[in-house]
């Protein structure tokens, strides 16, 4: 039977969830699927527990999952180390996945689509940047024009000050 990584996203969990509408595989097919299964996350992380990996591949027992395993580095699509006392893989490399022409158009689009977001992001921040300045170059502007306002009040207070200190000593006077 031909089930395509596209039905089941080239994971076993799809497929199980799927096996009703979709063709029964033989043992073969199923370990390669959880090959699949196991490269997919593999290329989501670094470590990989036993007990995730037997919840995502459907397998019951670590020794059928370690044969999944040594089954994959013997095909050379992954490069790992198995802890077996910690129950975790340790993976090295795996091997790129075969994308169909669909998958490529389909990225493809994906890639022109996030493109174009980050276009559009970039090109918000700078209006965003030049209002910003703008704002500082008229805040900074109104700062230097209150500074000088400030320093004329002060001066022009200087200027009275004696003025008025002769006027209230006069008033001192008058009223003694």
Known sequence: AVVSTQSTGGKYL?????????PELNE???????????LRMSSN??????????????LSSS???EQVIIQSIQHNVLDCKIDEANEQVFVNQI????????????????LAKWS???????????????NATCKLKT????TVEFQKAVEAAKASVKKEKPHREASSAKSRKRLA
């Open 95 to 110: 091997s790129g996945y075969n994308v169909t022409a669909e998958q490529q158009d389909y990225l493809l689009d994906s």
């Open 139 to 142: 805040n900074v502007k109104e």
């Open 63 to 65: 020794r059928d999952l």
């Open 28 to 38: 073969v097919e199923l370990t390669k699927l959880r090959i699949l299964t196991i």
């Open 116 to 130: 174009e977001s980050c276009r559009t992001i970039t090109e918000s921040m700078q209006a965003d940047v030049n």
């Open 14 to 22: 799809n497929f199980a969830e799927n096996a009703g509408n979709l």
């Open 45 to 58: 992380k670094r470590v990989l527990k036993y007990s995730d990996m037997l919840v995502e591949t459907g």
